[in-house]
């Protein structure tokens, strides 16, 4: 079933779950740093503790480090 922004809402679920708060997170820390120093040392520290993160939250670690890359 394919929900829209509007039923969600409604149903008090809100219009973020927990994989897309955890992927705005992701992109709000990576996405500033990444405007100082090169990605690929941002990639290495970030990947344990986005894989950490998305473990603990039951969400799939792809769906959140393949942005991250």
Do not use: C, F, Y
Request: aromatic share 0%.
């Amino acid at each position: 079933m394919i929900h829209s922004p509007i039923q969600i809402r409604d149903s008090g679920k809100g219009l973020l779950n927990l994989r897309d708060k955890q992927l705005l997170a992701t992109i709000a820390t990576a996405g500033p740093i990444s405007e100082l120093i090169n990605s690929t040392p941002i990639v290495a520290v970030l990947v344990p503790i986005i894989s950490n993160t998305a473990e603990k939250a039951n969400v799939p670690p792809s769906k959140l480090l393949i942005p991250l890359s």
